[in-house]
């Protein structure tokens, strides 16, 4: 019996992952995508032409995965029933209509992942699929597994970057998963990277690592910027600077900070998950790192991140502004720093630094979610923050 694998999404990711996973013919691979009339461009785009994944192999020699997943449709109807695992690979804020669209079909067993599912991913699932949540596994990933973009629509696509090790937890519903999860996404993925579980799924909400790495570094260039456009968008890792570097160590200090204290009041919560950034690079990317002697090299001397650069805008009369709309802030605010903050309030743990990004996020958005030193703004309906589930101890 092929693994019967469903993807959500429908951008870069999703491509990726349905390219890899249709290219072993012990899978059975569909897709869906509820947003505006991506599913009818993407299958009419496979009419004629197969999927195709550019990688740099370990070897230094250029591949390629060739593949034709067997379904892309919008339709949960079709896609859902009989999955195995169901990959949620698309931006956080497009979760909720793909959990409201699983909702009446899922059965008891199948397991959702979320790669990443970003932070407060279980409490959306447990708050949008209620009682049907019991018998479902869930699987967070804290990350995506490439550094990926699509080059043409449908058709083909490009892998910036692999991570080594991929790093996931598991939390098991009533029902004993249809197949082995673990063993599932490797399937999926193929042998790069090599996947492993530990720890609460917690831990992935606390390490969402996109969320501190895009706020730090977006704060660092351009929170005093004068407004004037830039003669290109710079690039995001290589032109880190010191202070953003430093930055990003405070933050990710402050979520060790915040496992702790969860740790110490609930010792059945397995938080060995939560690491420093500079670990978490290390554990993602033992090869790629050239230079390891700070997280600022590490961040400037990673190959899977070479070349990716600053969202940006282009101006009319020449130069670039950076793009403020994009999902550094849009996704990484709501669906990270935010839940982040808000467990930290849980468990009473200062987080200066996640709050000044924060502040300087929530006004490029024009939102309201932290307000007097609480996640009590107006806006936090739009967040994943336990405040807006009105979960207030044991998450
Ligand atoms: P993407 O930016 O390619 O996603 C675009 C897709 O999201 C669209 O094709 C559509 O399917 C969906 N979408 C966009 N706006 C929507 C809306 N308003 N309503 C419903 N659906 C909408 O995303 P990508 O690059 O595939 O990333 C997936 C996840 O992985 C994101 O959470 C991203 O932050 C994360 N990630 C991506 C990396 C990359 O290199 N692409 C690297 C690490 C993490």
């Given amino acids: 019996m092929p693994l019967k694998v469903l993807i959500l999404g429908g951008g870069n990711g999703a491509h990726v992952l349905a390219g890899i996973a249709a290219s072993n013919p012990e899978n059975e691979v569909r897709v869906m995508s509820l947003f505006q009339d991506e599913a009818e461009r993407w299958s009419k785009a496979l009419e004629s032409s197969d999927l195709v994944i550019d990688y740099t192999d370990k070897d230094g020699k250029e591949k390629q995965f060739v593949s034709k997943p067997g379904l892309i449709t919008n339709d949960p109807k079709v896609a859902v029933p009989g999955s195995d695992i169901i990959v949620f690979v698309v931006p956080a804020f497009a979760h909720a209509q793909y959990w409201e669209a699983l909702k009446p079909h899922m ?20 708050n949008i699929l209620g009682d049907k949540a019991k018998g479902i596994t869930l699987f967070n990933f804290n990350t995506l597994p490439w550094n990926c973009r699509i080059k043409e629509y449908g058709k083909r696509v490009g892998i910036v970057g692999f991570k080594d090790n991929f790093v996931g937890a598991i939390r098991k519903g009533s029902m004993e998963p249809k197949v082995d999860p673990l063993k599932a996404i490797q399937q999926s993925l193929g042998p790069r990277p090599v996947c492993t579980a530990y720890g609460d799924l917690l831990g992935m909400t606390l390490t969402h690592t996109n969320a501190i790495i895009h706020s730090a570094i977006m704060y660092g260039r351009w929170h005093d910027w004068d407004g004037k456009p ?33 740790s110490a009041k609930n010792a059945d919560i397995d938080l060995s998950n939560v690491k420093h950034i500079s670990d978490i690079m290390l554990e993602f990317y033992p090869e790629d790192i050239k230079d390891k002697s700070s997280l600022l090299r590490m961040m400037q001397s990673n190959k899977a991140f070479e070349g990716l650069r600053h969202p940006v805008i282009n101006n009319d009369g020449g130069g670039v502004s950076p793009d403020f709309t994009s999902r550094y802030i849009w996704e990484d605010v709501p669906f990270g720093l935010v839940v982040h903050r808000g467990i930290a309030e849980i468990v009473g743990v200062h987080t200066p630094n996640i709050d000044k990004l924060i502040i300087w996020g929530q006004g490029l958005m024009g939102k309201e979610f932290l307000v007097d030193g609480k996640i009590k703004g107006k806006d936090i309906g739009m967040t994943r923050a336990p405040q807006r589930y009105l979960f207030k101890s044991r998450l």
């Fill in 107 to 126: 059965e008891p067993g199948m397991v959702a992942i979320g790669m990443p599912g970003a932070a407060g991913w279980e409490f959306q699932a447990y």
């Fill in 230 to 262: 830039v003669r290109e968008a710079p690039l995001f890792y290589q032109g880190m600077d010191q202070a953003s570097a430093d930055l990003l160590s405070r933050v990710s200090g402050e979520i060790v900070a915040i496992a702790t204290a969860i």
